[in-house]
């Protein structure tokens, strides 16, 4: 398992070949000299059966849904059936162009208007944009909207934006990139937004309140509806976080709930892959009111002042997500919800057995919050040396250290797809790790053992990704 991977160019051969072209049918030409290279790029040269062998050894270090356990919380992380692959992959999808015209490819745009409808009826929204590559970027597309909303009406005065204390990180990004000022919303002890501190902030320069219900601790907002007439009553919208929809699908509606605008990750809700930063999907749907500020296909002769993405966002993932909802119907659907809260419920008891001591020690949503603080305290093992220590158990570890405001927390989302076995195996795994470090608390710090890459330094990692070849430093 540790011995190192080459990466492709340092197992390259000068002149090895793995590509067959075919015979060239048509009148050769060469290219006006401004337009050549003036050297050759430089790419990996090896022969096909070297390729597959990288690219296997590599997935065989990759813990994915296929491998086992991944109970990542707020990334839904569940099963993603392989009918997706097998309908994104049809010729009439992956043989279009964007630029064609409507009439040749009635069959995507039909498709996309399917998804748009099927999105509008789970959500309560009025439309739907499909371009937005990703939650994130569903954010800001959302914020650009609100912003474009509130611009049209003079109300130039709304430059701040409501964001509670346990909301994702991308929130106040997204809101900043977008040119607003955050104003941070307390929790209560009980998890949820303290309505008594979320009224001392309303004014007429609030543009909006981004909130994901159930919140990042798994609890559903009981006050929203309340929440929604403070708000709007103030002259502001509410911005809905999709990250969540898995728990409540075909249960309740953002736009039952009072939300103007929403993002959904079809990379989560909708089951399909993750990838390793994309492609994903994040399409942004939005009240009545707000469709004139919606994005338009720009590129594809519809005029429109904002476009995010090009063409219509990425397209492949949209197939495999309505190909999800028309499987599954809308009863099935409700059981992915209704599924995905029982199981959340059934491994936070097995857990709260096993010794763990839940933030919130209530009934859950989707997922649940573990703290383990007083592990921290008393013998040192903290939340990172408990997750690391599931990678040798061939579990992925939980989402850590968030939602910041619990200390030392460890957040699990089993999701619906997971069996109980696979839940009672992980409880016992948990179980074992907790007995494990009473015995050697310093042993705990130095897993996972059996991992190739054990403690990155996760900082560096991410401010200073190397994301390209670099020849000099081979
Ligand atoms: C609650 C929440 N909001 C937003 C996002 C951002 O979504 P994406 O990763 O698709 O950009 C995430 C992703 O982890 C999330 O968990």
Redesign the pocket.
């Known amino acids: 398992m540790s011995e190192q991977v080459l990466l492709s160019f340092e197992k390259s051969v000068r002149g090895r070949r793995s590509e067959v072209l075919p015979v060239l049918d048509v009148p050769a030409i060469t290219l006006p000299k401004e337009l050549q290279r003036e050297t050759a790029p430089m790419l990996p040269e090896l022969c096909e059966v070297d390729v597959s062998r990288h690219y296997a050894q590599l997935a065989n270090r990759t813990h994915g849904v296929n491998n086992g356990f991944y109970p990542l919380g ?2 839904t992380m569940k099963y993603n059936p392989a009918l997706h692959e097998i309908a994104a992959g049809l010729e009439g999808f992956t043989n279009v162009h964007p630029l064609a015209p409507k009439g040749d490819v009635q069959g995507c745009y039909d498709l996309m208007d399917e998804l748009q409808t099927a999105l509008c009826e789970i959500t309560g929204m009025d439309a739907f944009t499909l371009q937005p590559a ?6 800001f597309t959302g914020m650009l909207c609100i912003k474009a909303y509130h611009e049209s009406r003079g109300d130039t005065k709304r430059t701040k934006i409501l964001v509670p204390d346990s ?2 990180g ?2 106040p990004a997204s809101a900043v990139m977008a040119g607003y000022e955050i104003i941070n919303v307390s929790s209560r002890e009980d998890g949820c937004v303290d309505i008594e501190h979320l009224k001392t902030l309303l004014s007429d320069e609030i543009a909006g309140i981004m909130l ?1 219900n159930p919140n ?1 601790l798994g609890l559903f907002e009981k006050d929203i509806l309340l929440i929604s007439e403070l708000i709007h009553g103030a002259g502001g919208l509410l911005y809905y ?1 999709g ?2 929809l898995n728990a409540i699908l075909g249960v309740a509606r953002p736009g039952d709930m009072g939300f103007d605008v929403t ?1 959904l ?1 079809l ?2 809700t909708f089951a399909t892959p ?1 990838g390793g930063g994309g492609p ?1 999907s ?1 399409p942004v749907g939005v009240k009545s009111a707000l469709i004139p500020f919606l994005p338009k296909v720009a590129s594809c002769g519809e005029a429109g002042k904002l476009q995010v993405k090009g063409f219509h966002g990425n397209f492949s993932v949209l197939v495999k997500a309505l190909c999800y909802i028309k499987t599954l119907g809308s009863d099935d659907l409700r059981g992915v919800g209704e599924h995905a809260v029982l199981n959340a419920n059934y491994l936070l008891h097995q857990m709260k057995a096993q010794g763990f001591t839940p933030a919130k020690d209530t009934i859950c949503m989707h997922e649940f919050v573990l703290t383990l603080e007083e592990l921290k305290e008393r013998i040192g093992v903290s939340a990172l040396d408990v997750a690391k220590s599931l990678i040798d158990h061939g579990i992925h570890p939980p989402t850590m250290y968030f939602p910041m405001i619990v200390h030392e927390a460890l957040m699990f989302e089993p999701t619906e797809t997971e069996s109980m076995e696979t839940l009672d195996q992980a409880a016992l795994v948990m179980g074992e790790i907790l007995r494990e470090a009473q015995n050697d608390p310093e042993a705990m710090h130095h897993t996972p053992h059996n991992a190739v890459i054990g403690r990155p330094d996760e900082v560096k990692a991410a401010r200073n990704p190397i994301l390209r070849y670099q020849p000099e430093r081979a």
């Open positions: 707020s990334c990703a939650g994130a970027h569903g954010e909301a994702h991308t929130n994901t990042t976080d990250a969540n993002h990750n990379h989560k993750h994903g994040g």
